[in-house]
């Protein structure tokens, strides 16, 4: 059998949409030549909560590690940035990724104390330990304390010459920076710690069981998620200008409208926080003007989807369709042409 068949994961229907994602990916990148200021804007809020609600997924859609206190990342990402840049002297830039090592390194204390809690209480114990860095952070008085503080005009001008030019490197920070954190998602979705982490998020004691090393899987999701996140928050705060920490760690902002991104795209599907950012603008700008309405509106979105499609948009057009934009699955494809059937799919 084994000379017969290979494994492969695309399909000629991956292959088109990759060409197409290029091509979008090529307009994006062109967005300053034909875009205005408030539209390169709205583009970059949108890259920085896919990238959010992308490390959101990851954590909880593909290892089981639902958080609800992620804003602790985002605003050590964004408080990161303005230390390294008003007191460490670094350029935004090389700030915004160090900010991201910061996070990461973090994360690693922290998950081993959230480790230790299961379920319901890891979601909790997130939360907390969000509200203890919201805490210490407005203890710091270098950055403002309790009532924060803004990047200095002197950093601000020197990011670029001139305003356009400073709107346009952080436009293209936030495409990049949505980039790499989906590329490096796919990639380690399609290494074998991909496998391992479907098995964990099937069933933690099937595979432990199995010689899958559990602990320390979902330690490096947890900081790659950490990573990810406070980069995220560096760019959001870098975009703002100006930092406080019920800003930063805010669970409104970075938590509950991340989670409502992924489950309306879709909890466990690489596209699933894509759409559901997508939507989630789509509704705030068509919605925005009916005030408290709109947040009452954006829970009745969630209530019909999560019943219509308990698995979220992405998940209803590959129920339905076997519509596959990013196929993580390996597939048995024949590998001689004289093999009459058709390609069977295994997941493995």
Not at 20 to 28: H, I, M
Not at 49 to 78: C, E, K, P, R
Not at 196 to 212: F, K, P, Q
Request: glycine fraction near 12%.
């Amino acid at each position: 059998m084994s000379g017969a068949f290979t494994i492969t994961r695309g399909t000629r229907v991956s292959r088109i949409l990759a060409v197409g994602a290029f091509a979008a990916l090529a307009a994006l990148a062109c967005a300053p030549l034909w875009a205005q200021a408030s539209s390169l804007n709205l583009l970059t809020q949108i890259f920085a909560y896919v990238a959010l609600a992308t490390m959101w997924n990851l954590l909880a859609g593909f290892s089981g590690l639902v958080s609800v206190g992620q804003q602790a990342y985002v605003g050590i990402g964004g408080y990161a940035l303005f230390a390294l840049t008003i007191v460490g002297g670094l350029h935004p830039l090389v700030a915004l990724v160090a900010a991201g090592v910061i996070g990461g390194l973090i994360a690693i204390p922290v998950a081993g104390l959230l480790f230790r809690l299961r379920g319901a209480y890891f979601a909790i114990g997130s939360w907390v330990v969000a509200e203890v860095f919201r805490l210490l952070a407005s203890q710091i008085s270098s950055l403002g304390g309790g009532s924060g503080t803004s990047l200095p005009a002197r950093i601000v001008t020197g990011m670029a010459d001139g305003r356009q030019a400073r709107e346009f490197m952080i436009y293209w920070t936030g495409l990049a920076l949505v980039m790499v954190v989906l590329g490096l998602t796919i990639l380690l979705l399609r290494s074998r710690w991909g496998l391992a982490l479907r098995a964990i998020h099937h069933n933690e004691l099937a595979a432990r069981s199995n010689g899958v090393e559990v602990t320390r899987i979902k330690l490096l999701v947890y900081v790659v998620a950490g990573f990810g996140t406070a980069m995220a928050g560096a760019l959001i705060f870098l975009q703002k200008l100006r930092i406080s920490p019920d800003a930063a760690f805010s669970v409104n902002d970075w938590t509950a409208f991340v989670i409502f991104m992924a489950v309306i795209g879709g909890v466990g599907r690489i596209e699933g926080p894509i759409i559901g950012a997508i939507l989630f603008f789509f509704l705030r700008q068509a919605l925005s003007d009916l005030g408290s309405v709109y947040l009452m509106m954006l829970g009745l979105v969630a209530i019909v989807i999560m019943l219509r499609a308990p698995r979220g948009v992405a998940g209803w057009v590959a129920d339905r369709f076997g519509f596959e934009p990013v196929p993580l699955e390996r597939r048995l494809a024949s590998s001689k042409p004289n093999i009459e059937s058709k390609p069977e799919s295994a997941h493995v």
